[in-house]
């Protein structure tokens, strides 16, 4: 660490990078950005560069794989002006003079007079920056191995003393993996995984930073128009919050009658039922109060369009419009083909830090299973981004579809460690009528009650009914109702019209 405090750090163009890299790069040294073609290794390059011509430094690209002209054309795509980089095509002298002739191979090629060439235009340009794509080049033009590293570490001692930083970017042939390793300051390695269905992953990592003390492991990122995008993998215990405020009830008073408790702060709540159960409704209606109290939520959908949540919370009187449009509450489209974990932990913190969102509804967890097939993996992930929502006194729903809708209804994963309080949804049949029950099977913050409730939602919103004494075989997945039809909610007065099933 104390080495750390005594270099000079320079940003990189890309704040979540310098995030991971615990503020920058180093300064002054040589660093390597490894990954296979097509990772954005020359995307990174422009994008360093370019911050460095905004702070007024004289930046060069050298480059050996692609004209000046693919460069900036690549560079427009994104929208950027490459006006205050400098570019260097590095071409061999043989090959400047026998190109329109013949075809020279690698070995043809007089490697000592090229490095003279890359030294030469370095000392005319004397730039704070340099990008040099890409070493693979530099290494092809090399009689073997031993003579490529008496080459670079010479060019690392004289880069050194021209006190600039520099990124080597290499593009991994199939050969010569980590052959630079040992003599560069940092090593950037950048990944591309294909998924069976959906959008390749992108990660990358630090592999090496000499005297910083960056964040390991992988981090998911992606390349999207004008950016490079980094979501830094979340270390909750590194994030500090506070739980403050009083439990969360819902809009529906009869659900707060049979839980008067409502949702504690800093707690995760998960509802459980199989597919119908109006699981995502009873979310809802606490997203919903928590807005109307003043506070903000996020609702992150998995699962449903926009045009069916809008439709769907419209029935049953819960129209989230007004506050969608006060910026209260935030609906969020999740597509499990196309996201990453890492990018969306990194949205649900961006509402938490940034929106000061105090409930976030995730819809539903088995969707986001779909974003990483390591189930392992998955629940860590998840772990660690319940305990830092659970940090920031933030009211957690997360909604469970269970495999089944009759019969035995099984969890496709057991998360109800993850969770503090449990709430059970089951359907049963009574009276030639399929019915809903539910029930708290588990509060790990206090009391609560342990009775079935049989309940409805119409467009008049919700209706609980009293305490259903027998129904038996609920965690079955087969309920049996004995008791009389009195107990029962009155099919005649559920307030639903025959436009309102039509529709």
């Known amino acids: 660490m104390a080495e750390q405090s005594k270099l000079p ?78 570019f260097f095509e590095l071409i061999p002298e043989e090959a400047q003079a026998e190109r329109q002739q013949t075809v020279l191979f690698p070995t043809e090629v007089e490697f000592g007079k090229t490095i003279e060439q890359l030294t030469k235009r370095i000392e005319d340009s004397n730039p704070d920056r340099i990008i040099i794509d890409s070493i693979s080049e530099v290494r092809m033009l090399a009689q073997d191995k031993l003579q490529f590293r008496l080459q670079m570490t010479s060019l690392k001692r004289f880069l050194q003393q021209r006190n600039t930083t520099v990124l080597l970017l290499d593009d991994l042939s199939e050969n010569d993996k980590g052959d630079l390793h040992s003599f560069v300051h940092g090593v950037l390695s950048l990944g591309l995984f294909e998924r069976d269905y959906g959008a390749a992953r992108r990660r990358l990592r630090i592999a090496k930073m000499r005297g910083v003390d960056f964040q390991s492991g992988w981090h998911d990122y992606a390349i999207v128009t004008g950016e490079i995008l980094v979501f830094p993998s979340l270390i909750a215990e590194e994030h500090k919050g506070e739980v403050r405020g009083a439990p969360v009830l819902s809009v529906f008073d009869d659900l707060n009658n049979v839980f008067p408790q409502g949702l504690d702060r800093g707690t995760t709540t998960m509802l459980i039922g199989p597919s119908g159960a109006a699981k995502s409704t009873l979310a809802m209606s606490y997203a919903l109060a928590a807005t109307r109290a003043g506070e903000s939520a996020s609702f992150f959908s998995f699962d449903e369009t926009y045009e069916t949540f809008r439709r769907r919370n419209e029935s049953m009187n819960l129209d989230a419009t007004e506050a969608m449009d006060a910026k209260k509450l935030y609906w969020r489209r999740m597509n499990p083909s196309r996201i990453s974990p890492g990018e969306f932990v990194w949205q649900v913190r961006r509402d938490v830090e940034d929106r000061d969102v105090r409930l976030v509804v995730i819809d539903s967890i088995n969707s986001y299973l779909s974003t990483m097939p390591e189930e392992q993996s998955l629940i860590l992930h998840l772990h660690e981004l319940l305990t830092y929502l659970n940090k920031q006194g933030v009211v957690t729903i997360l909604v469970l579809a269970q495999q089944g809708v009759v019969g035995d209804v099984e969890n496709p994963i057991d998360l109800s460690f993850l969770s503090d309080t449990v709430l059970l949804c089951r359907f049963f049949e009574a009276a030639g009528t399929l019915r809903r029950a539910l029930s708290i099977v588990k509060r790990r913050t206090g009391a609560h009650t342990l009775a079935l409730h049989e309940y409805r939602l119409s467009s008049s919103g919700m209706q609980v009914g009293p305490e259903l004494s027998t129904l038996r075989g609920i965690f079955t997945g087969v309920p049996v109702y004995s008791g009389a039809h009195e107990e029962l909610l009155d099919v005649a007065s559920d307030e639903r019209t025959r436009d309102d099933w039509k529709r």
């Open 9 to 86: 750090i320079i940003e990189t163009g890309i704040p979540e990078l310098d995030v991971i890299l615990r503020g920058g790069l180093p300064k002054n040294r040589l660093h390597l950005i490894e990954g296979a073609p097509g990772t954005g290794k020359t995307t990174l390059g422009l994008r360093f560069l370019l911050d460095g011509v905004n702070r007024n430094l004289r930046c060069l690209y050298i480059t050996l794989s692609e004209s000046t002209e693919e460069l900036v054309t690549t560079a427009s795509t994104h929208g950027w002006n490459t006006d205050g980089i400098e």
